[in-house]
């Protein structure tokens, strides 16, 4: 009878702590995997820097299929300062004193005429050097060509993504440092180049300046091919206010990638109807007259970079100034993996402390039984311990 009623009673602790057990063990096997994880990680990063260093033998072709492949193929690719990037609207930094961006020169006349090539990469439009960024910079920045980023009807093609959503296209507006030659002696300075970034929507209306451009890419369909298009006032492909931007160092989005980029990325976007995009997205060829579709580089890490805002967000409001020291991307990581590390260690202190009370209750419940059934008290003679307890406690005091 006895017996009866306690084995149930038993059998319901041995399952519990097993299964506590079983806890306590898979919670280390994690920290075990992440441990293992991480150092898989560093060997995978010292793989590829190995690679680099090998060097840049074959730096003839690229293609957008293949991103990881520029990596190997142009050590700057795998900088910590690449572009496109992520622009995170919460963690941007509010800097009023960012010098409003002047344009000078963009109102371009019907002539001369401008060349507009499909290189294979791109759409391209070769802009005359009468075109300058007067202020916004430390120095005057000189205009050399415009072209753009797009992808297919379903899947849109901006190369900077806000909050981690692309527009459907966008364009860039690259500029020189007027202290240098030109943009192949710029590109590789540290403070050589200046690109302006706009994101291109779809609105109801087709936009008669892009239509400049856009009208005549059906005599560039084939690879490295070109035409001559009037000039026009290229002011007019920028969004309205240029008031509003984001600004970080980074880097060309296309091999070499140097890092050499002073970015602007504008807040406000352009507006091209849907036919309008489906023209960019569906007329030019490029190399095995494939579609030219989809050139876009992949957002890249910041590696601890600032973004900095020329406006309020909602959410930049007033950080300039209160905000820490921005941390890096990788201290983030640091951060955040031992927060992690902190709760499971925490977790499996809690379970540790549960097994073992457990344990000790029902060591205490089998010890009274024992007590109670064979009378072992007589033996531990707890009463005289207690005695002793008192009369050591006496003295100590
Ligand atoms: C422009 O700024 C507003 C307000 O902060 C923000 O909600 C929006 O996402 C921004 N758009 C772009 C393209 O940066
Ligand atoms: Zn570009």
Known sequence: MRNNTKLPVENFRT???????????????????IASSSSTEEDGSSERDAEHSKGS???????????????????????????????????VFYEPKLPPIKLEGFDLTGSPALTLINNGHTLQLSLPSSMRIMRGFDHVYVAAQLH???????????????????FPAEIHVVHYNSK???????????????????????????????EKILSALTDISIEESDTEI??????????????RFYRYSGSLTTPPCFQT?????????????????????????????KLLSKNFRAPQLLHGRKVLASFHTESS??????????????????????????????????VTLLVFSMYTYRQQKNYSKLKKDSKLNVVYKPAAIEKDMDQTTVTVT
């Open 15 to 33: 399952e519990e702590v097993s299964m506590l057990l079983d806890m306590f063990l898979i919670l280390h096997l994690h920290v075990l995997v």
């Open 57 to 91: 033998s074959h730096q003839h072709h690229w293609g957008y299929h293949d991103q990881d492949a520029w990596l190997s193929a142009f050590e700057h690719c795998s900088g910590k300062a690449q572009s496109p990037i992520n622009i995170d609207t919460h963690k």
């Open 148 to 166: 753009f980023h797009w992808g297919t009807k379903e899947i849109p093609g901006s190369e900077h993504i806000i909050d981690h959503v692309h």
């Open 180 to 210: 240098y030659a030109d943009l192949i002696e710029a590109g590789s300075k540290a403070d050589g180049l200046a690109v302006l970034g706009g994101f291109i929507g779809i609105g109801l209306h087709d936009n008669d300046n892009y």
């Open 230 to 243: 009037p000039g026009f006032n290229v002011r007019h492909l920028l969004p309205d206010s240029l008031d």
């Open 261 to 289: 980029v002073s970015w602007t990325v504008f807040n406000d976007s352009i507006r091209v109807s849907r036919r309008q995009l489906a023209a960019l997205e569906d007329t030019l060829k490029t190399e095995h007259n």
């Open 317 to 350: 409001t007033g950080k300039a100034r209160e905000a820490p020291a921005p941390e890096t991307q990788d201290n983030k990581i640091m951060e955040s993996s031992g927060h992690i590390l902190a709760i499971i260690f925490g977790v499996l202190f809690a």
